[in-house]
C-alpha cells in the first residue's frame, strides 16, 4: 500500500546543489516537493568525475575508489522524485541505488537515493577524483547535455564554442 505523502530522502552531489545550475529543479512548486534537511557525505567512497563535452558530473558505480562525496540530503515527495528521474534521465543514462549518508550536523547515517553511473567507459577512472562538484568558469555545466546520449560518455572533446 503506497502512502500519498510518502517522502523521499535524496542525495545530490553535483548541478542540484544550492548554488549550481539544477537548482531550480528542487525550488520548481511544479516539480513537486523538495526540502533541505542536511549536508552530507557519502559513507562509502566513489569517484565523482566531470566528464563529456558538457562538464556532466558522474558518480560512477566503482566502490571504495576516490573519495566520500559530499553533497547535500532532500527530502522529496513522489512527484519531485519522479521529476529527479526525468532529469537524470534514469534508468537509461544513470541509475540509483540507496547509499548510507552520514549528515554534516546531526552526525547521523540517513540512507538515500543517489544517481550514479553503472556502465561507463574505463577512461572515466583515470580523470581526476572529486570530492565535491562545483560548475567553474575552467569547466563550465552545459545545460544543452539533455540533447546528448550515453555515448557521449565515450568521447571528451570540447563543446563547439558559440
Not at 34 to 61: C, H, M, S, W
Request: proline fraction near 6%; charge should be negative.
Amino acid at each position: 500500500m503506497s502512502k500519498v505523502n510518502e517522502l523521499f530522502k535524496v542525495f545530490v552531489y553535483g548541478t542540484l546543489k544550492r548554488g549550481e545550475p539544477n537548482h531550480h529543479w528542487l525550488t520548481k512548486a511544479e516539480n513537486g516537493f523538495a526540502r533541505f534537511i542536511d549536508r552530507g557525505q557519502t559513507d562509502e567512497k566513489f569517484p565523482l568525475v566531470v566528464g563529456t563535452r558538457y562538464n556532466i558530473p558522474f558518480l560512477l558505480d566503482k566502490p571504495g575508489t576516490g573519495h566520500n562525496i559530499q553533497g547535500e540530503i532532500y527530502e522529496v515527495d513522489k512527484s519531485m522524485f519522479a521529476n529527479l528521474d526525468i532529469l537524470e534521465d534514469y534508468p537509461h543514462y544513470y541509475d540509483r541505488e540507496i547509499q548510507k549518508i552520514n549528515t554534516t550536523e546531526s552526525k547521523e547515517s540517513v540512507p538515500c537515493w543517489i544517481y550514479l553511473i553503472r556502465k561507463f567507459p574505463a577512461k572515466l577512472l583515470e580523470k581526476e577524483h572529486l570530492t565535491s562538484y562545483h560548475n567553474t568558469p575552467a569547466k563550465p555545466y552545459r545545460e544543452s547535455y539533455l540533447d546528448s546520449d550515453k555515448d557521449d560518455m565515450y568521447e571528451d572533446e570540447e563543446a563547439p564554442k558559440m
